[in-house]
């Protein structure tokens, strides 16, 4: 069983930044990759970024140049820089660890964004 922890969400305004982080205990993301996710009220879960265990980067068409994906130097934690936020990126959002035994979802941390 992979144990690791959200955090970093909160209430921003229109134009403002949260990063979001997923910090693994006792393993590395050496030997997994990473997800975000997030859910509107009302909508389904979708994905918005993700990095492999290789390092391979992908986001969500609607969040490229806005959200950055990233893995710290120890490998123990995976970050979601967000900018730009607008309404509409309100939602829950979730980190999903990918590998052997897998998928494991976090418990998801909200972000809300208004004015």
């Known amino acids: 069983q992979v144990q690791f922890v959200e955090s970093g969400g909160g209430l921003v305004q229109p134009g403002g930044s949260l990063r979001l982080s997923c910090e693994l205990s006792?393993?590395?993301?050496?030997?997994?990759?990473a997800a975000w996710y997030r859910q509107a009220p009302g909508k389904e879960r979708e994905y918005v970024a993700s990095?492999?265990?290789?390092?391979?980067?992908e986001y969500k068409d609607s969040v490229k140049g806005r959200f950055f994906i990233s893995r710290d130097d120890a490998l123990t934690t995976v970050y979601l820089q967000m900018n730009s936020l607008q309404p509409e990126d309100t939602a829950v959002y979730y980190c999903?660890?990918?590998?052997?035994?897998?998928?494991?979802w976090g418990r998801g941390t909200q972000v809300t964004v208004s004015t």
């Open positions: 006792g393993s590395s993301f050496s030997n997994y990759g």
């Open positions: 999903k660890i990918i590998g052997f035994g897998g998928p494991y």
């Open positions: 990095i492999s265990r290789g390092g391979t980067i």
